[in-house]
């Protein structure tokens, strides 16, 4: 336990007064996609006609979020098509391509940007419908997304998660910056800039607020901070450490580390910071609480049996039940939406760090990364993907990966090293 804990405390062991900001990330992000999938679908998105009027590379940012889902393989398109088109089925199918996708870009009058597409199903020679998008030029990176999430919807049956968010912390010149973005790390807002670390981010279940933990009195303090307006406040600010906060699915309540009667244990308390109850009583450290999503148990770290492990207690309390064997060490447990997987870090070989998924009917365990210091899973709203930090070329990087491992994505910053993401709930 006690790697874990400096790893931890090392980010912890800090305060300094903080500043909030609304100005743009200015994040730019390098997106390297490797590994095939076992079933893909081919798919054609040649560049939106008109495109770069927006100022937006449009149909590569459609291309990036299919292909970083795993589901999709991208044909090579020329330009020229696009929503108004007559495709060439006998083409398009000796270029082994199942579903085209093409549009354009246009300005409106009033300055907005229409964006419009089409989607046809090659196999079958049938449209499948399109939709437009009229929006100003600072969403035209949300409506390219939008478009990739219905595409992805129509073509595989399930929602997509590309217009959905991501929060994450970066250093960068000794300062760290709490930033929430797109899914794909690029655009969104600083919410939150300090000159001392700033850890635990947590998304509320209606994507409207942020717990997280920062040391502004000289002490580890939970926030919890309105997105829309900037306003935040204190939620817990109690004796010794307060870490580690996570909401209920409900939204309701919160639960959370607390040292305040000696030892670091569980609470939860109502999201007004009111009603703080005990959840464990141990001589241990238990640490890094997450609620299952029907919010009847909750998932955390503790090395009551000698060494860290993941294990699961009744939101109302009692008797903790082991969750992880496999290994001497597991930490960061991340529930999947629908409650069937686990996903969490493991430590090889005394020194590696990765990331592994449970099927927790079975109890199977498959290990999805291959880096040395990869820290933080966090589930994509529709449990298909896995964001987590790691380390590349000597800095701190994102990757996305599917749950069987096969397909990764690296999301390279231009700014700063990038750690402790989580990703958002769908709406924004």
Sequence with gaps: MSDFLSRRNLLQAAAAASALLAGPALAQFRVEISGVGGSQLPIALPDFRDESASGQAVAAIIRADLERSGQFKIIDAGPGLFEGSAPNWSEWRSKQADALAAGSVSRLADGRFDLRYKLWDVVKGADLGGEAHAVTAEDVRLAAHRIADTIYQKLTGERGVFATRMAYVTRAGGRYSLRITDADGEGGQVALASPEPIISPAWSPNGRELAYVS????????????????????????????????????????????????????????????GVRRLTQ???????????????????????????????????????????????????PSVSPDGRSLAFVTRLNGSQFRICVMDLASGVVQQISDGSDDESPSFSPNGRLIVYATRSGGRDVLMTSTLD???????????ADVREPTWGPFGR
């Design 405 to 415: 491992g096969r397909i990764k994505a690296k999301l390279i910053s231009s700014l």
């Design 215 to 274: 040391f502004e009195t000289r002490k580890a303090v939970v926030w919890v901070q309105d997105l829309q307006t900037g306003r935040r406040r204190k939620l817990a600010d109690f004796r010794g450490s307060n870490s580690a906060p996570a909401f209920s699915p409900d939204g309701e309540s919160v639960v959370m580390t607390l040292s305040r009667e000696g030892g670091s244990q569980l609470f939860v308390m109502n999201r007004d910071g009111s």
């Design 282 to 332: 141990s001589s241990a450290i238990d640490t890094e609480p997450v609620f299952a999503p029907d919010g009847r148990s909750i998932y955390f770290v503790s090395d009551r049996g000698g060494s860290p492990q993941i294990y699961r207690v009744a939101v109302g309390g009692g008797s903790p039940e082991r969750v992880t064997f496999s290994g001497n060490y597991n930490i960061s």
